[in-house]
């Protein structure tokens, strides 16, 4: 598919512009040096400022990025990663004009793998069982009292009580109500993963609790009873029946493929699998055991760091300071990897192969039955596909230590030559800043997360969540905030208003002769040229600097700014060629950084699609026309019958679009917008000339009215539904926009609601007008002489009703007093008459 302005020039009639107009402009090339240029890059191999980017072959990139653990559907922290990844190749590839080797891999047997596909079998299994409520109640009781020893200690210290559903919530808030109300465990420092994972242990027993309550069986406790049915029995499931495992990843891998093409994320070179290089991985770890750097240990294999040492490499390269971290080294090993084989003969010390105990997939080995180690399926595979050395590594920032140091470390075993020092494998390591929320790295052990899928469907667009990614530096940390949505969406909005609005006025020019003054393409526009070609020269230098993208979509946005004010300024607007060259410019960049994802390199076109108007290669021009020639024929049929005798009204009557949409699809256009703007130009100008005869309606006021509440449909309904917004403009015709449907229904929700609220509020003031007339007349039809005679404080009035005695005490009325009670009777004297001479003393 094609950009939405298509590879041809956004004008169809070139017969009409100057000579110049023509020709290629200059301005749409980029500013590049030669692509050998100095480019940076940050090489977590090389901690610090960036360093040159040299390919090992001039002008090819091969490169590794590690896929998914195909157990459970991506969320956004993936989306983070690999939208990353999607941004920097493309720049190579598109921008800087690398060919781009782009190997991925699907890990498709792990611990999180087994353990959540075994589990959920043995709960299919449970749930066939036949257990009367008391049987079930004590399964997920014993469950829940499981889930609390291994994930909550606080809630079952010694001493206690057995846990339970009626006691929990006390022993919780006493336990971690700290933690809860968003402090730490310690009581110090900020909250981090640490409680980010209690939070989830304790949401999963405030659910099993409640089922607990309500007799509710397996829903809602399914988050506790998983583990335990493991504990129980997890060595009788038979594995020799692969299907419960390849069933969970290869629907997990299709749904993540599906994310990644919502997202435009290219498609890899090639994809390799952990299950399809078994063969291969056993081969890889007797090669690193008879090379002295590895040794098997009761049918497990492990890696031989301090062999590995004393042969002259470097363990941990990339995170020298975790390498005695126990906690990331056990997570690196997996949860089923306790006891999974003989001993090691330092802690350090991780799996090339494991030994499957029951319950486990396995293959056959040198060994025994067994698996591979999470790590080593990288090494095989991407040596498999890249050789001994490979330009770029890429992954999460949370693989850096133990997953990648140890896939380098069994790499450079693999490949090690004696007497030639320490083998390079990787060239260039790039990690990717992990998404965050609330402190905490978004995880699907966190349960902290929200899918891509969701995301897509309540929150973001996919170019909106790739412009989020944009302005952060890939290599960074990143906590989506409400402000940085919003700076991404001002971003998107001054870019699409940008790109419609040039088209709008380019399409304008383009017009039939018929009744329009052109815009002129020759005149002044050096200073926006000289905005242009200081954007590409600033432009190429963020992204040589390490693909400084937030820096890329600044420039961008200052140049689009530039260009809004060129327009807007009509002492140079009538020259839109220096306009269309910033389009075209910004809109091969667009184009590039993946924002657009009906487009295709080169990206020549003119703005970037949208749900209003795709490119289509193999679109039907009669069918993409229907809606706007039934809007046409409605409009049409409506202004018949309002009997208008203006000579410009029958004009545009008999006026026909079809002549010019004949042209326009003989010529071949795809371009679902400019087959329908014959049509659309015949609408709006329908509207234009009832615009122009309403002030010749002052004496047939009921006529005027109904020119005016057609003109207004026609804007606010039959165009706003077609995605078409119309611009009034004066002594021209109306200009015509392109913009997504939702977003102008939205726009005409938003200003009706506001109408509404307006005038719900226009009555409430009338209502409390008319209730403050009423309250005055009513208190003004007392006269004064009787307005203190009822009142319980005095005891006697003078003869015109003014109090003179206390009642309390019987003491005559205070000076201060009296004076303050006449002012008041005046002024009732006064409300009183305007009331009789109002009302003339009627009730």
């Not at 191999?45 to 653990?69: E, H, M, N, Q, R």
């Not at 077609?722 to 004066?730: A, K, P, R, S």
Request: aromatic share 8%; proline share 5%; hydrophobic share 35%.
């Amino acid at each position: 598919m094609r950009s939405i302005a298509g590879t041809r020039p956004f004008f169809s009639s070139l017969k009409k512009l100057t000579p110049i107009a023509r020709q290629p402009p200059r301005y749409f090339r980029f500013y590049s040096q030669s692509r050998m240029a100095s480019i940076t890059v940050h090489n977590s191999l090389k901690p610090g400022p960036p360093v040159p980017f040299v390919p090992k072959t001039d002008g090819k990139i091969s490169w590794y990025a590690c896929g998914p653990t195909t157990y459970d559907l991506s969320h956004l922290g993936h989306a983070r990663n690999y939208l990353s990844n999607d941004i920097i190749r493309r720049i190579f590839q598109d921008y800087f004009g690398y060919e781009v080797n782009f190997v991925m891999n699907y890990t498709d047997v792990d611990d999180k793998i087994i353990i959540k596909a075994r589990r959920q079998r043995l709960l299919d299994l449970e749930k066939e069982k036949s257990y009367t409520p008391e049987q079930l109640r004590d399964l997920v009781s014993k469950a829940f009292q499981a889930y609390a020893q291994s994930n909550l200690p606080l809630l079952v210290t010694q001493g206690q009580p057995e846990l339970d559903e009626n006691n929990y919530q006390a022993r919780k808030d006493a336990a971690y109500g700290q933690v809860l109300a968003g402090g730490t465990l310690s009581g110090e420092g900020r909250p981090g993963d640490a409680e980010a994972k209690i939070k989830m242990h304790l949401n999963n027993m405030d659910s099993a609790a409640k089922s607990l309550q309500t007799s509710s069986g397996f829903d809602g406790a399914e988050d506790i009873l998983l583990p335990y049915l493991d504990s129980l029995y997890k060595e009788t499931i038979d594995t020799s029946d692969q299907t419960i495992f390849t069933d969970l990843t290869q629907r997990m891998e299709k749904a993540f493929n599906d994310d990644m093409a919502a997202l435009n994320v290219l498609e890899p070179t090639a994809v390799t699998r952990v299950t399809e290089y078994v063969p291969q991985i056993v081969s890889f770890v007797e090669q690193i055991i008879q090379k002295g750097f590895a040794y098997e240990a009761d049918g497990s294999v492990y890696f031989d760091i301090g062999a590995f040492e004393k042969a002259g490499n470097t363990y941990a390269r990339l995170r020298p300071e975790s390498r005695n971290d126990k906690a990331l080294q056990e997570e690196g090993e997996g949860s089923l990897s306790k006891s999974s084989g003989g001993q090691k003969k330092r802690d350090a010390d991780f799996a090339l192969w494991k030994r499957s105990k029951p319950g486990e997939p396995y293959w056959p080995s040198p060994w025994g039955q067994g698996r591979p180690g999470w790590h080593i399926e990288c090494s095989v595979m991407a040596s498999d596909k890249l050789g001994d050395n490979m330009d770029i590594h890429s992954g999460g920032i949370d693989l850096a230590f133990p997953h990648h140091d140890n896939e380098l470390a069994q790499s450079e075993a693999f490949f090690h030559q004696c007497g030639k020092g320490e083998h390079t494998w990787v060239n260039y390591f790039l990690h990717m800043g992990h998404l965050s929320i609330a402190g905490s790295k978004m995880s699907k052990s966190l349960k902290n997360f929200q899918t891509i899928q969701d995301a897509l469907a309540t929150t973001y667009t996919a170019r909106n969540m790739r412009i989020v990614f944009l302005m952060g530096r890939w290599n960074d940390g990143v906590e989506i905030s409400g402000d940085m949505r919003k700076q991404a969406d001002n971003w998107e909005n001054t870019v699409d208003n940008f790109f419609t609005n040039i088209k709008a006025k380019l399409a304008e020019v383009d017009a039939p002769t018929d009744g329009v003054k052109y815009l002129s393409l020759t005149g002044a526009g050096n200073s926006l040229i000289e905005d242009l070609e200081q954007a590409k020269k600033d432009l190429d230098a963020a992204l040589r600097n390490s693909f400084d993208t937030p820096g890329a979509m600044q420039v961008i946005l200052r140049l689009v700014r530039n260009a809004n004010i060129y327009m807007n300024d009509k002492a140079k607007s009538s020259n839109l060629q220096p306009v269309e060259a910033v389009a075209r410019w910004v809109t091969k960049i667009v184009g590039i950084f993946g924002l657009d994802a009906t487009a295709k390199p080169p990206y020549d076109g003119l703005g970037w699609g949208s749900s209003s108007a795709t490119a289509a290669a193999d679109v039907d021009p009669q069918t993409a026309i229907k809606p706007y020639a039934a809007a046409y024929e409605k409009v049409k049929a409506d202004v018949q019958s309002l009997h208008l005798s203006a000579s410009s009204i029958q004009s545009a009557l008999e006026h026909s679009p079809e002549a010019e949409f004949a042209e326009v699809e003989k010529s071949g256009e795809k371009d679902v917008e400019k087959l329908a703007l014959p049509y659309l130009r015949a609408t709006s100008r329908l509207r234009d000339e009832l615009r122009a005869v309403v002030p010749t309606l002052a004496s047939e006021p009921q006529v005027k009215q109904a020119v005016l509440a057609l003109s207004d449909r026609i804007r606010d309904y039959d165009l706003t539904d077609l995605g078409v917004q119309l611009d009034d403009q004066t002594d021209k015709p109306s200009l015509i926009k392109f913009v997504p449907a939702a977003k102008l229904i939205a726009a005409r929700e938003e200003k009706a609601s506001q109408l509404a609220e307006k005038a719900k509020q226009k009555e409430e003031a009338r209502k409390a007008r008319e209730k403050a007339e009423e309250e005055k007349w009513a208190k003004a039809k007392v006269a004064p002489q009787d307005m203190f005679k009822d009142d319980p404080k005095y005891t006697e009035w003078d003869a015109d009703g003014l109090p003179t005695k206390l009642a309390e005490g019987g003491e005559p009325v205070p000076k201060s007093q009296a004076k303050k009670l006449k002012k008041d009777w005046d002024r009732q004297k006064k409300l009183h008459e305007e009331y009789l001479a109002k009302f003339g003393g009627k009730a």
